[in-house]
């Protein structure tokens, strides 16, 4: 008698088990296919033994970076800021006392850097993103 696992087993073996069958328009069973299905093309042989050359998709289909601005990067270092007291707040908890004051001192001062470094890494990005934008119709 087979157990409970093995008719299950059993069970989801056939449900993958497929046959290909092909009907007329009348609804009947065909032995072969039919003449008017295309053959499918030969696959190509590769001259060097690697796999073909995917064409991939170029960079300039990129979405433009917004301009740099300080209230976004003002806006992101606020988050940062919460994460941060957060974080500090877990990790200074000692015997059931947290450190809230240092927390918040520790996370305001990381906040108050964190907002010129975004600022400058979206300056550096989108001037970038300009400069390649800028050469492209040179190279076509």
Do not use: C
Not at 18 to 32: H, K, M, Q, S
Not at 83 to 105: H, P
Not at 110 to 117: D, E, R, W
């Amino acid at each position: 008698m087979a157990t409970r696992k093995q008719r299950k087993r059993s069970q989801k073996e056939r449900r993958h088990e497929y046959e290909t069958v092909w009907v007329d328009a009348e609804g009947n069973e065909l032995e072969e296919p039919p003449d008017d299905l295309v053959e499918p093309a030969p696959r190509q042989k590769r001259a060097n033994g690697q796999k073909p050359q995917q064409k991939r998709p170029q960079r300039s289909s990129r979405a433009a970076p917004l301009p740099p601005s300080w209230r976004r990067a003002a806006k992101r270092s606020l988050l940062l800021g919460g994460v941060i007291f957060v974080l500090f707040v877990m990790l200074s908890s000692k015997d059931g006392t947290n450190a809230y004051i240092s927390a918040f001192v520790l996370a305001l001062g990381y906040t108050a850097l964190f907002v010129p470094f975004t600022y400058y890494v979206d300056r550096f990005s989108y001037r970038r993103w300009e400069q390649k934008a800028a050469e492209q119709p040179r190279k076509r």
